[in-house]
T-cell receptor, first 112, second 115 residues
Framework: DAKTTQPPSMDCAEGRAANLPCNHS???????VYWYRQIHSQGPQYIIH???NNETNEMASLIITEDRKSSTLILPHATLRDTAVYYC?????????????FGTGTRLKVLA | ETGVTQTPRHLVMGMTNKKSLKCEQH?????MYWYKQSAKKPLELMFV???????ENNSVPSRFSPECPNSSHLFLHLHTLQPEDSALYLC??????????????FGPGTRLTVL
C-alpha cells in the first residue's frame, strides 16, 4: 500500500502558485519523498525529491515539515500545461530494492 | 522526450495471441522497470531489473514474461491474456535501484487492449 495520502483533486488559477499537500506520517528516517506528475495518458515525469531539507529546482519547490510527516509541492506560477495528476511517493526499501509505491495522486486543474 | 522509448504505442490482441512489448533506454541506466496502469487505479510495479538481473516480481501472473537481454533493452512477452489485462504498460529506467538518487524516467507507454 502507498505510504502517502493526497487530496483527490485541486483547482488553481493560471499564474498563481499551486500548493499540493501530501501526508506521509509513517515515513522512516532514510526514506526520500519523490514527486512525479502524469499528463493525460503519458508516462509520469519526475519533478523533484527530498529527504529533510527544502528543495528547489526549475520546475518546483518542495517543502518538508521538520517532523517529515508531510510535505508540500509548490508550482510557483501555474500554467495550463501544469494540468496533470501529481503523485507524492515515499520511496521504500524492501529486500535490497528501492521502489516506488504509487497512490492515486492529486488531479490538478489549472484554470484560465 | 525522456530518453526511454516504447513500441508499439498501441496494441490490440486476442486472448489467444502472443505479442511482445519493447522498451529501450538511451540514458546509460542500469535498472529498468515495468509498470501497469489500469483505468482509475494507481500505477502498479510489475518487475524490476538491475544489471539485467530480475530483482523484483510483484506477484505477476505467468502470462506476463519479462526479458532483459542487456541494460538498455527490456521486453514484456504476453500470451493468453485476459480482457482485464487491458491497461497502459509503462517502462522506466534509472540508475541502479540501490542508489539514493534514482529518479525514474518513464517511457510514453503501450496502450494494450485485450479482446
Amino acid at each position: 500500500d502507498a505510504k502517502t495520502t493526497q487530496p483527490p483533486s485541486m483547482d488553481c488559477a493560471e499564474g498563481r502558485a499551486a500548493n499540493l499537500p501530501c501526508n506521509h506520517s509513517t515515513i522512516s528516517g532514510n526514506e526520500y519523498v519523490y514527486w512525479y506528475r502524469q499528463i493525460h495518458s503519458q508516462g509520469p515525469q519526475y519533478i523533484i525529491h527530498g529527504l529533510k531539507n527544502n528543495e528547489t529546482n526549475e520546475m518546483a519547490s518542495l517543502i518538508i515539515t521538520e517532523d517529515r510527516k508531510s510535505s508540500t509541492l509548490i508550482l510557483p506560477h501555474a500554467t495550463l500545461r501544469d494540468t496533470a495528476v501529481y503523485y507524492c511517493i515515499v520511496r521504500s526499501h524492501t529486500s535490497g530494492t528501492y521502489k516506488y509505491i504509487f497512490g492515486t495522486g492529486t488531479r490538478l486543474k489549472v484554470l484560465a | 522526450e525522456t530518453g526511454v522509448t516504447q513500441t508499439p504505442r498501441h496494441l490490440v490482441m486476442g486472448m489467444t495471441n502472443k505479442k511482445s512489448l519493447k522498451c529501450e533506454q538511451h540514458l546509460g541506466h542500469n535498472a529498468m522497470y515495468w509498470y501497469k496502469q489500469s483505468a482509475k487505479k494507481p500505477l502498479e510495479l510489475m518487475f524490476v531489473y538491475n544489471f539485467k538481473e530480475q530483482t523484483e516480481n510483484n506477484s505477476v501472473p505467468s502470462r506476463f514474461s519479462p526479458e532483459c537481454p542487456n541494460s538498455s533493452h527490456l521486453f514484456l512477452h504476453l500470451h493468453t491474456l485476459q480482457p482485464e489485462d487491458s491497461a497502459l504498460y509503462l517502462c522506466a529506467s534509472s540508475q541502479v535501484s540501490g542508489s539514493p538518487y534514482n529518479e525514474q524516467f518513464f517511457g510514453p507507454g503501450t496502450r494494450l487492449t485485450v479482446l
